[in-house]
């Protein structure tokens, strides 16, 4: 079933999106968990509030270099920025939505257990990441950077 699955993905872009995948979750994860930090110091929130204007703000920014990863190494197309980077906003724009929302409650669930009170919101952070991850390559497969090959 994976086979048949994964059969339409030529195995160098698998390869090549896997990679950026990985610099895309660490950049991302940094940049997210250094908002965090900051907004934690500076904003008079609740940190379940906090970790959800942080996974805004640093979204927005990781959504660029993102792009741009996959543009040029991953699906490797030529042109068009402007409309590929509105592709791919409207590829992240839901998960950033969905994200934001679920980090809340997941925040205040993970703070609940107390020998990770303090790293919760980065707790959550880490979770979201991974699911976002699965399902933006294939929005950026068929909708960002999609080809349109001619007839």
Known sequence: MLKRFFAH?????????LVIGV?????GYACYFLIVRFFLRVLPTPPSLTASI???VATLI???VS???????????????????LRSMTVYLPSLFLNAVVIAPLTAI????????????YIAGALLTGVTVILSFFGHKHISFKRHEPI
Do not use: D, M
């Not at 993905?9 to 999106?17: A, N």
């Not at 610099?23 to 950049?27: A, K, P, S």
């Open 62 to 64: 990781n959504i660029t």
């Open 54 to 56: 942080a996974l805004v």
């Open 9 to 17: 993905i030529p195995h160098t872009q698998l390869l090549r999106y």
């Open 67 to 85: 792009f741009l990863g996959y543009k040029w190494f991953v699906f490797r197309t030529k042109g068009n920025y402007l409309r590929e980077y």
């Open 110 to 121: 993970c703070r609940s257990f107390h020998p990770i009170r303090n790293q919760a919101p």
């Open 23 to 27: 610099w895309n979750t660490l950049f």
